[in-house]
């Protein structure tokens, strides 16, 4: 432990810690300072969101660094800026939470059509880089992130409060929050940005601090390892690969190489699944299936023709935006999944699927899966990076196999902090007929958790605090 491992009580906002506060800052601030991970498991209530900002701060503020504040839900990222409001009352500090485009973007256009096969980011990255996006263009028109943040009237900013910003300055609040982000201590946002290796790649370098300055907070972190999975895993339906074959088959997008290839891919891809049971999935080898694919085909090089697909693709939306057509292209889609999938092929954390399955309303979903296995390669190329990184969360045990599957190392330090409430304060009831899964949530079950809640809050002494599951 380092000499000077109590700064936190420059940060921490409130009179006085409560039991157990003081110590899981003390843990945190030493192992921020030392460099090194940490994984530390709290109840809930007891404060942690605070407990470790007001830890992690004084290094951050030391060393000129930044805190990327990882959580899953936008309640989540706002209570952060919550709690940095506080702390902002007697400390310098600045923060923004994040949210994706869908929830910051301010142009109609993007809004109405993006869809998987053209992302709202990647339609974004079009717009501005042809001058066609009036909110980004009147950004660009303002001074640097400094000035932006100087002009405001506070210092910490949630992303609903940057929207309206926006809108009222008729500028991106997205590109607002991104320029803002390079100089608060304190960015929230959401795990997508840190795990999802093509987000990564290009989100860090733009907050223009060195990784090596940064602390990686993983609020929750009992739910990183399936968001990781998540966001390295993708599918490719047949739904698509036939609308790219319509979308080269004729018109001004004719391309016979693109064309005969997905005709191709269509019949394959149904083919294998004609003996399979429905909801079923069987393990394919990519590179198998796209060379016989090629062959049936009658091309000679499958690396030539995926490329040749994604090329096609970037030069169609090219021409729809030219002609103010929204910039949608399958063959785009399906050449840049396979090229992605055959990459992918001969890494053992990854699982390759053909699936068969039954959805409601929607009849029969035959795809092609590419699906991650091992969380810790999706989380390990941001843990190295990062100068340090804190795990908390109410639920992480065991610890030891967290911290593996997290990929935290093998100096991490794992630390379990009991409930600051009396035993006899406490008192956990499990009540049965009760279900808030979504085909369930009706009025008669709304009325009776509303129930059940009263009648607890009617014999309990003090106030009472209710929480649930936040979805937005
Ligand atoms: S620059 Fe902003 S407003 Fe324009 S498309 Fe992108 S996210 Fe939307």
New binding site residues.
């Given amino acids: 432990m380092t000499d000077n491992a109590s700064r936190y009580t420059e940060y921490f906002p409130y009179p006085l810690p409560r039991q157990g506060q003081s110590e899981m800052m003390t843990e945190i601030e030493t192992a921020v300072d030392t460099g090194v991970n940490i994984c530390a498991e709290a109840p809930n209530g007891f404060g942690k969101t605070c407990v470790t900002l007001s830890a992690i701060l004084p290094w951050i503020k030391e060393n000129a660094g930044k805190v990327l504040y990882c959580a899953r839900t936008h309640r989540q990222l706002d209570r952060v800026m919550e709690e940095m409001l506080e702390i902002s009352r007697h400390q310098d500090v600045s923060g923004v939470s994040f949210r994706g485009?869908r929830h910051?973007?301010?142009?109609q256009f993007?809004l109405e059509n993006a869809d998987i096969v053209a992302p709202i980011s990647e339609v974004?990255g079009q717009?501005?880089a042809t001058g066609r996006?009036s909110?980004?263009e009147k950004l660009k028109k303002t001074g640097d992130p400094d000035e932006l943040l100087e002009d405001l009237a506070g210092k910490v900013l949630t992303a609903p409060e940057i929207v309206k910003l926006g809108e009222s300055k008729a500028m991106?609040p997205?590109?607002m929050a991104k320029r803002l982000a390079k100089v608060v201590d304190v960015v929230a946002l959401s795990y997508l940005y840190v795990f999802d290796p093509w987000i990564l790649e290009v989100f860090i370098p733009e907050l223009g601090t060195p990784p090596s300055k940064m602390v990686l907070v993983q609020d929750e972190a009992h739910n990183v390892p399936a968001t990781a999975l998540d966001s390295a895993s993708d599918s490719l339906t047949v739904r698509v690969v036939r609308q790219a074959t319509r979308e080269v088959g004729d018109g001004p997008y004719r391309d016979t190489t693109s064309f005969e290839f997905c005709r191709a891919l269509t019949r394959r891809m149904l083919e294998l699944t004609s003996d399979m049971r429905e909801n079923g999935e069987k393990t394919v080898d990519p590179q198998e299936i796209v060379d016989s694919v090629t062959a049936t085909a009658g091309l000679d090089s499958t690396d030539r023709v995926l490329h040749h697909m994604k090329e096609h693709g970037l030069e169609i939306k090219k021409s729809l935006l030219k002609a103010g057509k929204f910039p949608r292209s399958s063959i785009h889609r399906v050449g840049d999944f396979l090229l992605e999938w055959v990459k992918c092929a001969k890494r053992e954390d990854f699982a390759f699927f053909l699936a068969n399955m039954i959805e409601s309303g929607e009849g029969k979903r035959v795809s092609l899966d590419r699906v991650a296995l091992n969380p810790t390669s999706v989380t390990s190329p941001i843990l190295s990076m990062v100068h340090s990184s804190v795990a908390v969360s109410g639920t992480l045990s065991p610890l030891d196999a967290y911290a593996e599957m997290l990929g935290l190392g093998s100096d991490v330090v794992k630390a379990t902090f009991r409930s600051p409430f009396a035993m006899k304060n406490r008192l956990g009831l499990v009540v049965h007929g009760l279900d808030t899964t979504f085909q369930n949530r009706s009025s008669s079950m709304y009325q009776r958790i509303t129930d059940h809640c009263l009648a607890v809050a009617s014999v309990t002494p003090g106030n009472t605090g209710i929480f649930t599951a936040s979805y937005s």
């Fill in positions: 485009r910051m973007c301010l142009n993007v974004c717009l501005k996006c909110y980004y991106c997205y590109e």
